[in-house]
């Protein structure tokens, strides 16, 4: 099968897309409305996710060019490609949650068809599990909270012995002074 060079450069583009991706979530669009689509578009782009409609053959071929294997059978129908070079989970956690607060799983408008993270290929369950993760933000905030409680906690210690010791201190003065 012969392929013109501009469906060549296509396909090296989708290559170069699939090996840099940190996260990649292949979804089916059937039914979503423009309106729809231009949110969820807007919504990917704010959170530093590409996304754009793939002819399924293209990105077989590409996929294939860059030795990814498991895609190929949930390449029917619509599909569009969503993929982050920077976060794993950005684009599993906005479509997923996009999908959520418009009620579009339960219509079966925009379905997770698989996705990818660091070159590894994961199924829905497996993309819906990862957009529950926290951000990369409240797990640090996290951290540094739980970093910060013990030094919280002896500084409180500390008080309490200094706040005891006035109240020892009053109660003797106050002693002294009605005898």
């Known amino acids: 099968m012969s392929v013109s060079p501009a469906k ?14 940190k996260g990649v979530v292949l979804t089916s669009y059937k039914g ?7 949110e969820l578009r807007r919504e990917l782009r704010a959170n530093g996710v590409t996304y754009h409609v793939v002819k399924n053959t293209m990105l ?7 030795g990814i294997e498991g895609l190929d059978s949930h390449l029917e129908g619509t599909t569009a490609f969503a993929f982050s070079a920077e976060d794993a989970v950005a684009p599993a956690k906005v479509i997923c949650d996009f999908m959520k607060k418009n009620k579009l799983e339960e219509a079966g408008i925009l379905t997770v068809k698989v996705g990818m993270v660091e070159g590894k290929v994961i199924d829905e369950k497996e993309v819906k599990a990862l957009a ?3 951000s990369r933000e409240e797990l640090i905030a996290k951290l540094l909270g739980s970093m910060n ?31």
Not at 32 to 38: F, N, P
Not at 60 to 66: H, V, Y
């Open 60 to 66: 077989r071929l590409a996929a294939k060019d860059a």
């Open 32 to 38: 979503l409305t423009v309106a729809q689509d231009t």
């Open 132 to 134: 529950s993760l926290p």
């Open 149 to 179: 409680a013990p030094i919280s906690n002896t500084v409180n210690v500390l008080q309490g012995v200094i706040r005891n010791a006035v109240y020892v201190l009053e109660a003797v003065r106050a002693q002294k002074a009605s005898a």
């Open 8 to 21: 060549q450069a296509i396909v090296a583009k989708l290559k170069d897309q699939l090996t840099s991706a």
